[in-house]
């Protein structure tokens, strides 16, 4: 099993044809591919607000076919580490905990504003647009 973990912000999961070239790559095994339940309800939440052609049975579906497909995908426990995170979005600290807990490399998300790479860098992180994250895999 890979050392090299990755955990996929909701941001990135969003979008469906990225989440099946991120699911692709996590097949493969070459690294970890890490999310939470959390960020599962953060972007099946976006996407029917964006989509009312999609059921949330469609979309809670595709929850199940990720989790039972990529082993050890799920981080647990990591709540107890939001409170006394800091980032200029709070709403993304619980990211930030899964990828602390989960000891991941890197965060992948389009914001990467909202994870400074000084406060990353003290967790032994760093974020990464998903264009930078393929290109190096």
């Known amino acids: ?15 469906a044809p ?5 699911m692709r790559l996590a097949l493969t095994e070459l690294f970890r591919a890490r999310w939470t339940n959390q960020i599962h309800d953060e972007w099946i939440r976006n996407v ?9 049975e469609q ?9 039972a497909h990529v082993r050890d995908c799920l981080v647990i426990d990591y709540e ?3 409170e006394g995170l800091d980032l200029p979005d709070r709403d993304d600290r619980h990211v930030l905990a899964a990828a602390i807990r989960t000891r991941a490399s890197v965060i992948v ?4 504003s909202d994870f400074p790479p000084a406060y990353l ?6 974020a990464q647009h ?8």
Do not use: Q, S, W
């Open 1 to 15: 099993m890979p050392t090299f973990t990755a955990l996929y912000d909701a941001c990135v999961l969003y979008p």
């Open 18 to 22: 990225l989440r099946d070239l991120l």
């Open 48 to 56: 029917l607000a964006d989509r009312p052609d999609l059921t949330a």
């Open 59 to 67: 979309l809670e579906r595709t929850r199940e076919l990720m989790n």
């Open 80 to 82: 107890d580490m939001i």
């Open 109 to 112: 998300t389009f914001n990467l």
């Open 121 to 126: 860098a003290k967790h032994g992180l760093e």
């Open 130 to 137: 998903p264009d930078e994250f393929i290109t190096h895999l």
